[in-house]
């Protein structure tokens, strides 16, 4: 692949966007002791020894006087949680540090809290760099904290991932026609539900329980006072149906009690019973993400709430309170 010679900026900035980076913030004060910082992803480390980093400011940044002018910076690498943060410092003419918590570093350099790392630096060197200045600095003090990062890709924020060791790339070519593979979505997500649930199933079993039980137990944990029919609307999409004879069951056993309005309700047993279902189930999912880390986790569970809405029908959410009644 050849670059042309002038490229188009869209272009150039999409192909330097193929570069997965971090995101920091880089924060100064100005020559009127004001705080002042930007986002930036063109941060870099440079040198072990001396300890050293680099990132690079454009030219038409309302930051450049302060930045040229400053003996001291501070870079902050954001965590996975503070994507708010770095839109907020990437918004020209904002009063970025409103609402913000702020620590004080050498020099009162104004440190943000809640990053993944810190680095407290000295200016060492400023270099033209084209539209922007290239700032370098000596790292004087830094500390890190074990959080996920937030990454920049493609123009846009993403999570970090560790790559299984196992990961293999989906064969199509291997599946006999008319059945699915190992990949196919639908395998996944069924598998991977059953077996999830099936570690519950002895807790469900004590309780002479089963899963439609437990997902009209759960729809009530939300918010109980709901009718037959709107438990039916928010659990249709597992396939089960309320029937008059489940209800009447597990009133029989004192788990629910119907008012006259016919909406449900569930009683002293019916809330202890759903808390020790719950403990089993967070057992369950415990076990089920224990190899993974906290960002893993955070990123498996926001891509299956991306299959969710491109795959509603249009549910009701069960977390919506009822219509009161
Ligand atoms: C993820 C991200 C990375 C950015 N990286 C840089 C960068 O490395 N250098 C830069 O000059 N601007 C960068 N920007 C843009 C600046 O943050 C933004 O233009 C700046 O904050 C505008 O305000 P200012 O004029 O007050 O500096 C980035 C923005 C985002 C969202």
């Given at each position: 692949m050849?670059?042309?010679a002038?490229p188009?900026?869209?272009?150039?900035?999409g192909?330097?966007?193929a570069?997965?980076?971090?995101?920091?913030?880089?924060?100064?004060?100005?020559?009127?002791?004001?705080?002042?910082g930007?986002?930036?992803n063109?941060?870099?480390?440079v040198?072990?020894?001396?300890?050293?980093?680099?990132?690079?400011?454009?030219?038409?940044?309302?930051?450049m006087?302060?930045?040229?002018g400053?003996?001291?910076?501070?870079?902050?690498?954001?965590?996975?949680?503070?994507?708010?943060?770095?839109?907020?410092?990437?918004?020209?003419g904002?009063?970025?540090?409103?609402?913000?918590?702020?620590?004080?570093?050498?020099?009162d350099l104004?440190l943000?809290t809640?990053?993944?790392a810190?680095?407290?630096c000295?200016?060492?060197?400023?270099?033209?760099?084209?539209?922007?200045?290239?700032?370098?600095?000596e790292v004087?003090?830094?500390d890190?904290?074990?959080?996920?990062?937030l990454?920049?890709?493609?123009?846009?924020?993403?999570?970090?991932?560790?790559r299984?060791a196992t990961?293999?790339?989906?064969?199509?070519?291997?599946?006999?026609?008319?059945?699915?593979?190992?990949?196919?979505?639908?395998?996944?997500?069924?598998?991977?539900?059953f077996?999830?649930?099936g570690?519950m199933?002895?807790?469900?079993?004590e309780h002479?329980?089963?899963?439609?039980?437990?997902?009209?137990?759960s729809?009530l944990?939300?918010?109980?006072?709901?009718?037959?029919?709107?438990?039916?609307g928010?659990?249709?999409?597992?396939?089960a149906?309320?029937?008059?004879?489940?209800?009447?069951?597990?009133?029989?056993?004192?788990?629910?009690?119907?008012?006259?309005?016919?909406?449900?309700?569930?009683?002293?047993?019916?809330?202890?019973?759903?808390v020790?279902?719950?403990?089993?189930?967070?057992?369950?999912?415990?076990d089920a993400?224990?190899?993974f880390?906290?960002?893993?986790t955070?990123?498996?569970?926001h891509?299956?709430?991306h299959?969710?809405?491109?795959?509603?029908?249009g549910?009701?959410?069960?977390?919506?309170?009822?219509?009161?009644p």
């Open positions: 050849t670059m042309a002038n188009d900026a869209i272009a150039f900035r192909a330097l966007g570069f997965a980076t971090g995101v920091t913030i880089v924060t100064t004060r100005d020559g009127t002791g004001a705080d002042c930007f986002t930036a063109s941060f870099n480390s040198s072990l020894d001396p300890p050293m980093v680099l990132w690079s400011l454009a030219r038409t940044s309302q930051n006087e302060a930045f040229r400053a003996s001291h910076f501070a870079v902050h690498i954001l965590a996975a949680d503070q994507e708010a943060l770095s839109n907020g410092f990437a918004k020209r904002a009063d970025k540090f409103a609402g913000v918590e702020v620590e004080r570093g050498e020099g104004p943000l809640g990053c993944t810190r680095f407290q000295r200016t060492a060197y400023q270099y033209e760099g084209g539209d922007h200045i290239i700032f370098v600095g004087i003090a830094f890190h904290e074990d959080r996920a990062p990454l920049f890709h493609g123009g846009r924020y993403a999570m970090a991932a560790r299984a990961l293999t790339a989906c064969d199509p070519g291997a599946q006999r026609t008319g059945s699915f593979g190992e990949d196919f979505l639908g395998y996944l997500l069924g598998r991977a539900h077996q999830l649930y570690r199933r002895d807790s469900l079993t002479d329980l089963d899963a439609t039980d437990h997902f009209i137990l729809v944990g939300i918010n109980d006072g709901r009718t037959a029919a709107e438990i039916d928010v659990i249709g999409y597992t396939g149906h309320i029937s008059s004879d489940r209800i009447t069951s597990l009133a029989a056993r004192d788990i629910v009690r119907t008012d006259p309005a016919d909406r449900l309700w569930l009683t002293e047993t019916g809330r202890r019973t759903l020790e279902l719950a403990a089993a189930a967070k057992a369950a999912e415990e993400l224990g190899a880390d906290e960002n893993e955070a990123l498996l569970k891509l299956l709430k299959v969710i809405r491109s795959t509603d029908p549910l009701p959410d069960p977390w919506a309170a009822p219509e009161t």
